[in-house]
């Protein structure tokens, strides 16, 4: 198998920054007036990660492409890292928005759409009944909380190099079997094993021993690991895990935010999952800001009895704007007419061949790389064989090549993930995007190898 000539890396990305430099002149203008207001000169703090030598500007954004201020063409395959991931402004959501915000933006009291997303997130994923929020960090956020008062437990338990949010209990990896706040966690309100364990993932062995002493309330998963290239689960391991959380009597959170990608009902639909919460956010609005957890009836009776509905609003589960009308206008467009069981279909037909594109180049370069996919999600790693868990999946992370492929695949019109080298697939993709990826990352995967 082939090695990267890793000093050549350095070479290469001077000259891309330098093409970044020639395409993006507007954009960098833009970047720098933007350090006289805004912190880090950009609105979030991870925007200053993008490679290159700041973000790109957008101009305007439709389905699976943009157009920045530079007037640079790009196919997006990382949409919002999900929250797109219904495509860039899907008309029929666009317009319910519009409608909808004609009509009253937030009131403090229900629309008629609510109990309709209600139910058909019931349909697609099992648990019955719902509540709504403004982000899928918040979603887990109040599902911790439910299980924390029901259980009466502090621990939360989640997997080594899991993201769920920015949750302070899951901000935490194991260091030497030890748990400790994840690098570069800032402000951590208490030393993370106060309040957290982390096992890794596919390791029951590891899960068994966390729970035994009964202090767990919950267990927050993802199905698979997505925020550390994707890591699946090897088979069997979500029904021990169920087993062994109704054995130690720890309720199970489903993270379906990312592992949407699976199917319309995510991996719980897809798998048979069977977990007490699932939480989602991102893409259920189009972007508009939403999130969603759902309970089983079980878990409901036990909520019912330890609600004390004269507090309930001080209680710490809240959020004034949550389950607002203009959120819920655009759930209900975007899950009944924009990511439809029928729009799924496509989208995992485009990830299929987006995995098989990017293994068709590797396989025929000898690459010491490998691609993995869940649905319509799929995604590439530095390392050749696929990763059983977070630890792994780390090693394989490549600090100098990552920016740099990133980087390749920007000055050639076509945006990735940042982080990682995640695609994802919209119902506005169409195959000659993904073939467009397939080509550039074999010129790519040419120059960089080149003897
Ligand atoms: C699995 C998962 N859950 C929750 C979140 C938090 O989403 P948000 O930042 O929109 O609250 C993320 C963000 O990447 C995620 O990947």
């Not at 639909?269 to 991102?282: E, H, Q």
Request: with cysteine; hydrophobic share 40%; net charge negative.
């Amino acid at each position: 198998m082939k090695s990267v000539d890793r000093p050549r890396i350095d070479t290469l990305m001077e000259s891309e920054r330098a093409t970044f430099r020639r395409r993006h002149a507007q954009s960098g203008q833009l970047a720098a007036d933007a350090k006289r207001s805004l912190l880090f000169g950009v609105p979030m703090n991870w925007m200053t990660r993008w490679p290159g030598d700041h973000a790109v500007y957008v101009d305007r954004a439709a389905g699976a492409r943009f157009r920045d201020v530079d007037g640079n063409e790009f196919i997006d395959f990382c949409l919002g890292d999900t929250g797109g991931m219904a495509g860039h402004a899907p008309p029929v959501a666009v317009e319910a928005i519009a409608n909808q915000a004609r009509k009253g933006i937030t009131l403090m009291l229900p629309t008629a759409d609510a109990a309709w997303v209600g139910g058909e997130l019931a349909r697609r994923f099992g648990v019955p009944y719902w509540q709504f929020t403004l982000s899928a960090t918040d979603a887990n956020r109040c599902a911790i909380r439910w299980a924390r008062e029901i259980t009466g437990r502090p621990k939360i338990l989640v997997h080594n190099w899991c993201y769920h949010g920015t949750v302070d209990e899951t901000v935490a990896t194991l260091e030497n079997g030890r748990t400790v706040a994840r690098k570069g966690n800032i402000g951590k309100p208490v030393p993370l094993d106060q309040t957290t364990r982390v096992v890794e993932f596919n390791d029951l062995a590891g899960l068994e021993a966390a729970l035994k002493d009964r202090a767990v309330a919950a267990c927050l998963f993802e199905p698979a690991l997505t925020n550390i290239g994707i890591v699946l689960p090897d088979p069997g391991y979500h029904a021990a895990a169920r087993a062994l959380c109704t054995k130690y009597g720890t309720l199970l959170i489903i993270d379906e935010t990312h592992t949407i990608s699976a199917g319309p009902g995510g991996c719980t639909k897809a798998w048979g999952l069977d977990p007490d919460f699932v939480t989602i956010g991102k893409t259920l609005g189009a972007g508009i800001a939403s999130g969603a957890y759902g309970m089983t009836g079980r878990v409901r009776e036990l909520v019912y009895e330890r609600t004390d509905a004269r507090n309930a609003d001080v209680g710490g589960i809240g959020g004034t704007l949550a389950g607002n009308a203009l959120s819920l206008a655009a759930m209900r467009a975007t899950l009944g007419e924009v990511m439809t069981d029928k729009a799924f279909e496509g989208m995992i037909a485009l990830g299929e061949r987006f995995e098989a594109g990017v293994r068709g180049v590797i396989d025929s370069r000898g690459l010491p790389w490998h691609v993995v996919r869940l649905g319509c999600r799929v995604e590439y790693l530095f390392r050749p064989d696929a990763a059983r868990n977070g630890d792994e999946a780390a090693a394989g992370q490549d600090e100098l090549l990552d920016p740099y492929i990133h980087l390749y695949l920007l000055n050639r019109g076509i945006l990735m993930t940042p982080f990682h080298n995640m695609a994802l697939m919209s119902p506005a993709t169409t195959a000659e995007d993904v073939d467009r990826h397939t080509e550039v990352f074999g010129e790519m995967a040419d120059e960089l190898f080149q003897s």
